[in-house]
């Protein structure tokens, strides 16, 4: 398999070839193929968020305000010394950064939150989502924390804003709707939810041309707990649905799932009123949720949900500790990725193709663990904490074996026959001489 992970110390990205049983922690075990570093450019330009758009190009979102769109090559890697017989077949990638644009985020709108805010360091503006908007190749989407969304150009393998908006910061996700099919030859409008610390989930449309935004509908927080105080608001992550009405219709009911800081799950239905239908509390209350991913249900492109109900879903939670959770819907626990294993921080949880789930955080390794039973796949340090991975491919390499090593493998299984035919003989003249002390 080959993956692409984001690394924050250098800020840059490393490509990892290797199949699975590969573990680097253990030395007997299969090693990576290749691990090599490209478009390095230091920790204040990190890669906070990377999306393969098409297969030979890669968009991605820097810390310091730029979002580069890199073509991507294959050429034959180099020779590590070894017979060419022995080697491993396969090329390695080459990353060209071909279009940027810079000056996409803005500190200033976060400096008058911060004195209400919980968190304690001074905040900076960084990029929450970046996704190519549905059925329209040639613009892409991003979102910054302090609330700005940018539309960009693509044409000709080239970047450029060609419009910004603003919205109420701060946010810590924005998510496009694509559940229903868009026709190429119709222009519609795009509708996405955003939201934050003290920033109750809205949803919004942009104009077919991008050029207008308008929030359409807002969440209302639950009711205050048993003490009457208030409960927090601080949604961190939300999927949407399918709504029950079908693709056919035209009104704006949208069904989604969101889970806050506090880990409780909240399912909404904009037909039925702004208060969740349902909220469950997953997490202790001394964990925060960070992340959410559903993983037994078919996924739109952008990693929404194809299903008209939550009632048989399984999904993923992390949190702000080392834990990935696997959860069913009603909520009942069914267990842990990784349980023992990660030590630091998830800064990144993804389910590709509903088989593997991919996860990186502050242990500085990458893991890709089968979704349903989850075991670990493939295992591999990277040596820098990393926050974004991508599968470019699945495929398994053909390692060549020596033919001294068939040799003695086939010696080997010989030796086993003829010891273990030895063995029988044996008890069996054992058992035939304990037979005549008896008797006799």
């Given at each position: 398999m080959r993956l692409l992970v984001a690394c924050d110390d250098s800020g840059s990205i490393k490509e990892v070839v290797c199949n699975r049983k590969t573990d680097t922690s253990v030395q007997t075990a299969p090693q990576p193929f290749h691990i090599g570093v490209h478009l390095s450019e230091g920790l204040d330009s990190r890669v906070e968020k990377m999306?393969?758009?098409?297969?030979?190009r890669l968009l991605i979102a820097r810390a310091n305000g730029v979002v580069q769109l890199v073509e991507i090559s294959l050429v034959p890697r180099p020779s590590d010394g070894q017979s060419s017989?022995?080697?491993p077949k396969f090329d390695v990638m080459d990353l060209k950064v071909v279009s940027s644009v810079q000056g996409l985020l803005d500190d200033v709108p976060l400096q008058d939150l911060h004195k209400k805010s919980k968190k304690r360091s001074t905040p900076r503006d960084g990029f929450v989502a970046m996704q190519l908007i549905p059925g329209c190749s040639n613009r892409v989407?991003?979102?910054t924390k302090s609330g700005r969304i940018h539309i960009l150009s693509l044409k000709n393998s080239t970047l450029n804003i060609y419009k910004s908006h603003s919205v109420k910061a701060p946010l810590e996700f924005a998510q496009i709707y694509d559940n229903k099919a868009i026709k190429p030859q119709k222009k519609a409008s795009t509708t996405f939810a955003f939201g934050g610390e003290e920033n109750l989930v809205k949803l919004a449309k942009l104009s077919a041309d991008f050029k207008?935004?308008?929030?359409?509908?807002?969440?209302?927080?639950?009711s205050n707990d048993r003490l009457d105080l208030k409960v927090p608001i601080w949604p961190m992550r939300l999927k949407f649905l399918n709504t029950p009405s079908g693709d056919n219709s035209d009104t704006d009911d949208y069904h989604f799932l969101a889970i806050n800081r506090l880990?409780?799950?909240r399912e909404y239905?904009?037909?039925?009123?702004r208060k969740p239908k349902s909220s469950y509390a997953l997490l202790s209350k001394n964990e925060a949720a960070t992340g959410l991913q559903v993983f037994n249900a078919d996924l739109t492109p952008l990693g929404n949900v194809k299903a008209d109900t939550v009632d048989d879903l399984k999904i993923v939670i992390t949190d702000s500790k080392r834990n990935v959770f696997a959860f069913d819907s009603f909520p009942r626990a069914i267990g842990k990725y990784g349980a023992g294993d990660i030590t630091g921080a998830a800064t990144f949880v993804n389910v590709v193709n509903n088989k593997l789930l991919l996860q990186c955080g502050l242990d500085r390794y990458v893991r890709a663990f089968d979704v349903e039973s989850r075991s670990v796949l493939c295992k591999i340090y990277v040596g820098a904490k990393a926050s974004s991975v991508l599968l470019i491919d699945d495929k398994e390499i053909d390692v060549p074996q020596p033919e001294s090593s068939n040799k003695k493998r086939k010696a080997t299984e010989k030796n086993s026959e003829a010891e273990?035919?030895?063995?029988?003989?044996?008890?069996?003249?054992?058992?035939?001489?304990?037979?005549?002390v008896k008797t006799g």
């Open positions: 999306e393969q758009i098409f297969d030979n017989e022995l080697e989407f991003c979102a207008k935004l308008e929030n359409f509908w807002e969440a209302k927080n639950v880990g409780h799950l239905r904009t037909s039925t009123g273990a035919l030895e063995n029988e003989e044996l008890w069996s003249t054992l058992e035939g001489s304990a037979k005549k």
